[in-house]
């Protein structure tokens, strides 16, 4: 039987919300003195937000376990709502309680500090935002060729700044520092939350997996694909459909990670494999690397294969890919020989349907079928292609931009489909 739901994301919500600011708010009920009485509320948003102030940076650190429970893209979800939310709660707790000397300072510098950069990452840092705000999105477009993606990171890192002047803020008020409950709770927050970050700097900068690039040719127009042999001892666990972090060490404007989909089932060949298209200033310059460059990366990550590992082995897939977007399933594809799959491949243009030679091969398979076309397939024309039996016994795999994404998941739920039932992975965050 297909599980239709998937409890996972709404769980990780109610933990963070509810569970996670539940023993300051507690500690704080407790502990606060009576004369206080009319900022109890406000002094309760102040703590909730620093809360959910380190829970954004916790997941910042893209902590794979949870990766492989929710996904990367989701946990942007919830940084980017938590981060709003919090700031919101410290206009609050500001607007509610008076403070003198630095404790008012820090506190007013961190929220303005919030402010700006919550501002700049909406547009710069907020993919599942400009995916559904065409707004933005066009300021974005209009302004990225001045402020790149590089440096919206360092900004975006100040944020560490605003959270020490939260801590420092709270540390000089007295009548707080008075409760030691509260104030156990607080740094063992803050503590985690910082050896946590440290942690993964060092694991991304020390502890990231080492390869060599062996090949880089151009498959498509404006496509290219990169084999990257991983150093003999580079432990890595990829699954099929996942994706890692790739960056060129050695190459100046190459140095920082991007996310990049596997084009091979990683459970055939220790080589990995990857189709990148030319959006920006990174992935445009992938022309220039030579063959032999140092290569470093981590991952795996990804949900598409645990997905699957947590249904019934013999549910038929139905894949719907879009342009580049279809670079994830192809592994998928790939590690099922023996499964019943379905796959609707569209592109802008012919010359963007990438892979025909894979596809072709496939087709020898006795259950594997694709479509493919330049421009939308209809739901109809989908559901109608299926044998009748299949919609209650398929998963959808989506892979493809957000709009076709989120267009294809109405449809589907429009016509039975059951949430639990679908999946996708955006690669705008
Ligand atoms: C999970 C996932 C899997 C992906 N798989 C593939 C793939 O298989 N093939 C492919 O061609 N593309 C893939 N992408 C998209 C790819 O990561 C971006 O196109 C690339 O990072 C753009 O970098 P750039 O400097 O060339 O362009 P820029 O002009 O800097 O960025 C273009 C857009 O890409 C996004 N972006 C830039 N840098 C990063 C980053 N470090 N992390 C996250 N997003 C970033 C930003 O939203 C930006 O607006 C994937 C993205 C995600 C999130």
Known sequence: MIKHHNY??????????????????????????????????????????????????????????????????????????????????????????????????????????????????????????????????????????????????????????????????????????????????????SGFVLVAYVWAKVTNTKGSFRGTLTKNIEIADNIRELTIRPNDDAKVTLLPGDYVFMSFPTIKGLRELHPFSLVNSPTDSKNIVLAIRGDGDFTRSLDGVPDGTQVKFTGGYGRYDTFLSNQPQDTNIVILAGGIGVVPLLSVVDAHPNRNIRMFYTAHREADLIYGDKFKNWQNREHFQIAQQVGRFGISEVLRSLPNDWQRNTLFLIGGPSKMMRHWKRELRRHGVMAGQIYSEEFDW
Do not use: C
């Open 8 to 189: 996972a994301l709404g769980l990780t919500w109610m933990f963070i919300l509810f569970v996670i600011p539940l023993p300051l708010i507690q500690t704080l009920a407790v502990g606060l003195p009576a004369d206080y009485a009319d900022e109890f509320q406000a002094i309760y948003f102040g703590a909730i937000a620093y809360s959910w102030m380190l829970v954004a940076i916790y997941l910042s650190t893209r902590p794979k376990w949870l990766d492989r429970l929710i996904g990367l893209p989701d946990m942007y979800v919830i940084h980017g709502i938590l981060s709003i939310a919090a700031i919101y709660l410290i206009y609050l707790h500001q607007s509610e309680t008076e403070s003198m000397g630095w404790i008012k300072t820090t506190g007013n510098w961190a929220y303005w500090l919030l402010l700006g950069i919550l501002a700049y990452s909406l547009i710069f840092m907020a993919g599942w935002l400009t995916s559904r705000v065409p707004f933005i999105g066009i300021i974005k477009k209009w302004l990225e060729p001045l402020f790149k993606h590089e440096y919206s990171i360092w900004i975006h890192r100040l944020t560490l700044v605003a959270t020490v002047l939260v801590f420092i803020h709270v540390i000089l008020i007295n009548y707080v520092v008075a409760i030691t409950p509260f104030m156990i709770w607080f740094y063992a927050y």
